[in-house]
């Protein structure tokens, strides 16, 4: 189990109003698992991925990763969290729009600080290869579609072989086609590599792809689906590959 | 990965970066010229107290010096022996003696207090510059008595070169005197307290005028330039030191002495200018604080992406305050290298003060133009000034960025 979480309640004042944008939710997550989390606007997915990326700190509850609980962190120690374990896929890509396709899919990398930089220089030319864009690699984002820049933002949240990747809506603002190259890839990567995936979407096609769809409503789990017709999850029963996570003294937490 | 990101967002809005940077080359600029002017204006000032006023150094009795008011009471007893150590030092380069004193000119309808500055025509040409400014002669033999007035005394007398004019004086013995003198020359030097109540007569009729039966009040020394100013003063000290002690009766008063009393009254009179520059930095820095304020107001959501993949606060931070860095530092150098032509301008053609502030007393060396002075310290100033300035200005800004909320911050539209 890569990450547990128990009972984990997320309240904002607005106001007079106390707003429970999550309200109790527990969920265990399997290593390399290709994960939906649906259900309607405000009912608490996004909120949910930002805690497990260690964005935001629920009000009450625990979260466990890899067996280790993540209690109070100060803000340092969630961003070397974030620099080790996590990525992130943004519904608008959000690529830096001063850097080229290859800078920016090497900025992890070179925040993480843990290559050289021929190394990070190979796994980002590696990386742009794995997602169709070669060709593209001196491009600034300004230069690029919608479907090629959310194929950036997948390279560079892979590059760092982070053990979950997490995607906010990330086929929202690509027409169908490319959504469905997208979910393809980011399938395929999960499956060749073993990255634990989970998504908050709306779309049917993520949904459709993905082995496990949580759907929460009003704060809460109402239903966990396993799907058995789905393609497979990565190879979170193998040993540990690539992607695979383990522990791993430098990379802290 | 940061100086990368820093550079290019300084020049992705270049209009906005180049608004602050003209400003910022603007006020550094101004203030290496003005600085220039002001170095010139002292350089000026100090070269009129070799040449014009008070020669490299200045011996007179204790008594006439703590007594002031050019009295005939204290003249230099031990007057060749003096002399004759002054010669001994080589930094010595030409001796002369004066006698002043108090007097009236009058045209005739009007009379107006002068000070008469009786000297040795020759000998004092060698210590002072006095000669250059003169307009008609210094001094010419077929003259009986000779006499060089300050233009402006003059133009306030309606006299001119050629003009018979008498001029009124207690003796040496107290005896009332006057005299009818014909005007050779008007002095019109950089020295304003000259040209308006200054007049020169040579000891050849002074001697017999004023009843002085050798007296002298005052030597005047010329000893050899130095390129170094701070050079120049100490040896004028030393010289002073080593003749007040072998003369205790006598008073010897420096250019050091005369020199840092006059740029403590100058850097005084520079303050008002230092304002003007503080507030064009001002502006300058609220540029920079703008341009950096905007960029955190148009990059909150590349901020959020940064914090969420792994930069902490104080990266963030630095990202912004090295934004602020470049700007301070390019700024800078644009100044510097505005400042430098100002600069080179101001040296080698001048500016025309004298033509622009006419007859406006400004209690400056005025004549013709004023020439800028280089000062690599104003260099360094405005170099760390501007890059000083582009880092606290940067702070505030920097520091907003860095206290951001990530799940703001990627919520930001």
């Known amino acids: 189990m890569i ?18 944008a999550l309200d109790g939710v527990t969920l265990d997550i399997e290593k390399g698992q290709f994960m939906a989390i649906v259900g309607p606007s405000g009912s608490g ?22 067996g280790q609980v993540l209690g109070s962190m100060t803000e340092n120690e969630r961003s070397e969290y974030r620099k080790h374990h996590i990525s992130f896929i943004f519904q608008s890509y959000n690529l830096i729009p001063v850097l080229t396709v290859l800078e920016n899919v090497e900025l992890p990398l070179v925040i993480e600080r843990r290559l050289s930089r021929q190394q990070i220089r190979n796994r980002a030319l590696d990386l742009i290869h794995a997602v169709g864009l070669e060709g593209t690699e001196n491009r600034y984002p300004r230069e690029l579609s919608g479907g090629q820049e959310q194929r950036v933002a997948i390279a560079r949240a892979l590059v760092k072989e982070p053990y979950i990747v997490l995607a906010d809506e990330p086929t929202a603002n690509l027409d169908s086609h490319t959504a469905e190259e997208i979910v393809d890839l980011m399938a395929r990567i999960n499956k060749e590599r073993g990255a634990t995936f989970i998504f908050s979407t709306h779309d049917a096609l993520v949904q459709k792809h993905a082995r496990r769809v949580v759907t929460i409503r009003d704060g809460k789990i109402f239903s966990d689906d396993r799907r058995e017709g789905a393609p497979a999850d990565g190879p979170h029963n193998s040993s540990p590959g690539r992607f695979a996570p383990q522990a791993d003294s430098t990379r802290g937490v | ?39 010139g204006m002292d350089r000026v000032g100090l070269e009129n107290i070799i040449n014009l006023t008070d020669s490299s150094l200045k011996i007179t009795t204790r008594q006439y010096e703590e007594e002031g008011g050019y009295s005939l009471d204290y003249g230099i007893d031990r007057l060749q022996e003096v002399e004759s150590a ?60 000779p006499i060089i007035v300050g233009k402006a005394l003059a133009t306030e007398l309606g006299v001119g070169p050629g003009d018979w004019i008498t001029l009124a004086a207690r003796t040496r013995w107290e005896a009332h ?43 005047s020394v010329r000893m050899e330039k130095r390129t170094n100013l701070a050079w120049a003063m100490a040896d004028s000290d030393e ?31 520079s303050k008002g200018a230092s304002i003007i520059i503080l507030v064009v930095l001002l502006i300058g820095g609220l540029g920079i604080a703008n341009t950096i304020l905007m960029s955190v107001f148009s990059r909150i959501k590349e901020i959020g992406v940064l914090r969420a993949f792994g930069l902490n606060p104080r990266q963030i931070r630095r990202l912004f305050m090295i934004e602020g860095a470049i700007i301070g ?54 170099l760390s000034l501007g890059f000083l300035l582009a880092i606290m200005a940067s702070w505030g800004p920097a520091k907003r960025a860095s206290k951001m909320e990530v799940t703001d911050a990627l919520r930001f539209v």
């Open chain 1, 3 to 20: 990450l547990q979480l128990e009972g984990i309640k997320r309240y904002y004042q607005k106001g007079a109003e106390t707003i429970h």
């Open chain 1, 45 to 66: 997915k996004t909120t949910l991925l930002n805690i497990i990326g260690c964005l935001d700190s629920p009000t009450e509850g625990t979260i466990r990763y890899n």
């Open chain 2, 1 to 39: 990965m940061l100086w990368k990101i820093a550079w290019r967002n300084v020049w992705r809005h270049g209009k906005r970066t180049a608004l602050t940077i003209v400003t910022m080359t603007f006020g550094l600029g101004l203030f290496i010229w003005m600085d220039s002017m002001l170095k």
């Open chain 2, 86 to 145: 002054l010669k001994e030092d080589p930094r010595v380069l030409a001796v002369t003696t004066r006698t002043r004193a108090l007097g009236q000119l009058s045209n005739g309808r009007y009379a107006t207090p002068v000070l008469i500055t009786v000297i040795d025509p020759e000998r004092d040409r060698r210590v002072y510059t006095l000669g250059e400014y003169v307009e008609g002669s210094w001094f010419p033999q077929d003259v009986a008595a």
């Open chain 2, 177 to 219: 005197n006057a005299r009818d003198f014909q005007i050779v020359g008007l002095l019109n030097a950089p020295e304003p307290s000259l040209n308006k109540g200054t007049v020169f007569i040579p000891f050849s009729v002074g001697e017999d005028f004023l009843e002085l039966d050798g007296l002298r009040t005052e030597i």
């Open chain 2, 239 to 269: 010289l002073a030191h080593r003749i007040e002690e072998r003369f205790p009766e006598l008073r010897a008063k420096s250019f050091g002495e005369v020199g840092r009393a006059f740029l403590e009254l100058s850097k005084a009179k």
């Open chain 2, 329 to 382: 530092l390019v700024g800078s150098a644009s100044g510097l290298l505005f400042g430098l032509l100002l600069d080179l301008q101001l040296i080698v053609y001048g500016f025309p003060l004298e033509a622009m502030m006419g007859n406006i007393d400004m209690g400056l060396p005025l004549s013709g133009n004023l020439y800028g002075e280089w000062n690599p310290d104003a260099f360094v100033v405005a």
